[in-house]
């Protein structure tokens, strides 16, 4: 069975810091994986998205993560933290050729202060 | 495109009623998933379909609960009797199946409350 695991339920960081979020999975075929990122009162975005192409991922708003098979990790990172990241952020993972179905993380909030 | 659209917004009822929500798929999309999303217990896949048809239906916590998916444009999830533990907010999506492993398209929510 594929999952996800999401270490830091909560992440802090300053504005202009680096973001780093993390993501760890499991799963007994070559995987999909998928970062979205869920605002305030609203449905989840599509960030980026793993799909046994190249390795590093780059997604919107500057955000990019990196597969890495020999650390089971996608770990999601941006440069440069801006105030309007402060949101809850998803990692999710999908077999290929499993039907479609994504299993999600238990989510990181992502606080930015001044 | 629309995107994902679902109805209510929000929803308030009494324990014991029914409740509908509904969704509108994109259109051209041939996978329709029902998730729950709770502080406790996060996003949890209900069911989904495939076609119109349920293809995966474990995650439907109670037989309080049912979905269907009448035609390719339109889906339903109920909950009859409903309860306050049942109080979450409820999402739609779609995808496409040669699109499928590239992420699925969300709705804005229902937000349930059951008191």
């Known amino acids: 069975a594929q999952s996800v695991t999401q270490l830091g339920s909560h992440v802090s960081v300053s504005e202009g810091a680096l973001v780093l979020l993390r993501c760890n999975y499991s799963?007994?075929?070559?995987?999909?994986l998928f970062w979205y990122v869920q605002y305030p009162n609203q449905g989840l975005q599509l960030l980026l998205k793993?799909?046994?192409?190249?390795?590093l991922v780059k997604g919107i708003n500057g955000f990019e993560a990196e597969f890495k098979k020999s650390e089971t990790s996608f770990h999601l990172t941006k440069p440069s933290a801006h105030m309007s990241d402060a949101a809850e952020y998803f990692c999710?993972?999908?077999?290929?050729?499993?039907?479609?179905?994504?299993?999600f993380g238990t989510g990181t909030q992502l606080k930015v202060e001044l | 495109d629309a995107g994902v659209i679902q109805s209510p917004r929000h929803e308030v009822t009494e324990m014991g009623q029914e409740v509908t929500l509904r969704c509108k798929p994109i259109?051209?999309?041939?996978?329709l998933f029902w998730y729950r999303q709770t502080m406790m217990r996060g996003l949890e896949l209900l069911i989904y379909?495939?076609?119109?048809?349920?293809?995966?239906d474990s995650g439907m916590p109670e037989d309080r609960f049912s979905a269907k998916m009448p035609n390719a444009s339109f889906s339903t999830l109920k909950i009859q009797p409903s309860e306050p533990r049942d109080s979450a907010v409820y999402f739609c999506?779609?995808?496409?199946?040669?699109?499928?492993?590239?992420?699925?398209?969300f709705g804005s929510g229902t937000r349930l409350t059951v008191v």
């Open positions: 999506a779609s995808s496409r199946f040669n699109e499928g492993n590239y992420g699925y398209t």
């Open positions: 799963s007994s075929v070559p995987p999909y």
């Open positions: 793993y799909t046994s192409a190249a390795t």
């Open positions: 999710a993972v999908s077999e290929a050729g499993g039907g479609n179905k994504l299993t």
């Open positions: 259109s051209g999309h041939d996978y």
């Open positions: 379909f495939n076609n119109n048809v349920p293809i995966d």
